[in-house]
């Protein structure tokens, strides 16, 4: 769905849920933007028991001027509107929103999927705030956000809020928009510092004093009072200044879920793989190594856990996440290779990029993947490889030469890749410019003389590569610990569905 889609509508009412936040009026204010540049009768609301009463909101309306209007539902009157009605950053039908009824309804949000019976929808909740999705949306119409007074301030401070003050940001499109939209930082710092009520001091007090503790993998995990999602990183952040406290989950109930801010201070914790685990299946989370945040969607949980209370269950799945995972220090490691088969890359092309022929050498870069950010600089025999599945990954020409040969060929990535959901960036971080990997890439295929020795993982690994002793790579039960037959010590890890892409058995 685009939004180009829904411009045979008129008029057009956008709703926000709730007790909207900063990421839904924001992301309101874009598509009223949108919809009003088209000549269409445009109205952004919200319903819900209470009006907005946070100052920081507030402040938000009155300075960028957002037209946002309050429908009661205790007035006794049906709440309907004319044509079309968008929900953003919710969903129809779902806990968190007051019923609204409209001729045709459609859904732009980015948390998991509540409601799947409605045909105009666009959930993607993968993304951090639903003003990145707006964001995309308006920059896929070529809609130039500078047009509309304040949009762009809109727009970064409900990513801002929404992933903890740019903390919890993981995925590339929220990071593509934190670097490119144009936004008033004076106006920033206003909100910023208007957050935190009395209100909620006390409840980050509270919830500090309720703490629990495991002594075996030092972690902590507190149960707070409803507030906003800031407080929760609030909490988190001072719990890590505990000498003895390595990471932590902060979690407060919401009306449709939990909330929750996760913290590590030790590499062996990647904050943002730790999320994902606490989230799967029942909702999503990302961020940074050292911090991230996530949502569990209250539905999905109930179903899964219908007699385990909250604080049961993150203290009991933390345990479970420490308990289900061995660590490799590559460099020192003595790995036994008695017990793994012995296997050969297949003669599958991928991509590669000389990073001396794209910007200076000595340029400090940053490649940006949906699997993060990697930030080096050029350097005369530094090569990316592009993988099959959109994956990049740093060689060196001397590496690079023994184990590929190129081809003179286009390298084409919609065509060469499995998942196309982003395609990789090149950032200059001297000037600030982006550059699409893609349009430096030529194709090269293996030569037959990487040789591993491989095995099925049963259990969770972390590896600490040779190469990287500071993030380890991450194995799950089915993938394949790998090292290289003339380099024991160049140990890795290759998810299942590319191993069996990507290497056969060696005869």
Not at 7 to 27: F, L, R, W
Request: overall charge negative; glycine content about 6%; some cysteine.
């Amino acid at each position: 769905m685009t939004l180009k889609d829904l411009e045979i509508y008129d008029p057009i009412t956008i709703q926000c849920h709730d007790n909207p936040d900063a990421d839904a009026i924001g992301s309101g204010y874009g598509l009223y933007c949108y919809f009003k540049s088209k000549g269409k009768d445009v109205r952004l609301v919200y319903s819900g028991r209470n009006q907005i009463t946070k100052s920081n909101l507030l402040l938000m309306i009155e300075k960028l001027e957002i037209p946002i209007d309050y429908m009661n539902p205790f007035r006794g009157e049906i709440l309907h509107v004319e044509g079309l009605l968008i929900t953003v950053d919710c969903q129809y039908g779902a806990g968190n929103v007051t019923g609204i009824s409209g001729e045709k309804v459609a859904i732009i949000d980015h948390h998991q999927v509540e409601i799947d019976n409605v045909e105009n929808s666009l959930i993607v909740p993968a993304l951090g705030s639903c003003c990145t999705l707006v964001w995309k949306l308006l920059t896929d119409e070529k809609f130039p956000i500078s047009s509309c007074p304040n949009l762009g301030t809109a727009l970064y401070y409900g990513l801002y809020t929404d992933t903890n003050q740019m903390a919890e940001i993981r995925n590339p499109l929220d990071m593509d928009m934190r670097d490119e939209i144009e936004y008033d930082k004076s106006l920033l710092v206003l909100f910023r510092n208007s957050n935190l009520s009395l209100r909620e001091l006390e409840v980050a007090g509270i919830a500090m004093i309720r703490y629990s503790y495991n002594d075996d993998y030092e972690f902590a995990v507190i149960k707070s009072q409803p507030c906003d999602p800031n407080i929760l990183g609030l909490i988190s952040d001072f719990l890590l200044q505990v000498d003895v406290i390595k990471s932590c989950v902060v979690f407060n109930e919401t009306n449709d879920g939990f909330k929750l801010s996760v913290r590590s201070c030790v590499k062996e914790v990647n904050a943002s793989e730790l999320v994902a685990y606490l989230t799967e299946n029942i909702g999503s989370g990302g961020g940074h190594y050292e911090k991230a945040g996530g949502f569990v969607s209250r539905k999905l949980y109930e179903e899964r856990y219908p007699t385990l209370h909250a604080e049961a269950y993150f203290n009991n799945r933390m345990t479970q996440y420490f308990d289900g995972f061995d660590l490799i220090y590559a460099e020192k490691y003595d790995i036994d290779v008695s017990n793994m088969k012995k296997y050969t890359k297949k003669n599958i092309p991928i991509g590669y990029v000389k990073t001396a022929e794209v910007l200076p050498v000595g340029t400090p870069i940053t490649i940006r993947t949906l699997e993060g950010d990697m930030e080096m600089k050029v350097e005369e025999d530094l090569y990316i490889l592009i993988g099959i599945k959109g994956e990049v990954y740093p060689n060196r020409r001397e590496k690079f030469e023994r184990s590929y040969k190129t081809l003179d060929q286009k390298y084409r990535f919609e065509e060469m890749v499995l998942s196309r959901d982003y395609v990789p960036t090149i950032k200059n971080r001297d000037d600030g410019s982006t550059l699409l990997i893609t349009d430096y890439a030529r194709v090269c295929v293996p030569t037959g003389q990487v040789h591993i020795h491989a095995k099925e993982l049963k259990r969770g690994v972390k590896v600490f590569t040779a190469w990287d002793k500071e993030r380890y790579m991450l194995g799950k039960a089915g993938d394949y610990l790998a090292v290289r037959c003339e380099d024991r010590h160049d140990i890795y890890v290759v998810e299942r569905d590319i191993f069996g892409r990507t290497y056969e058995e060696s005869i």
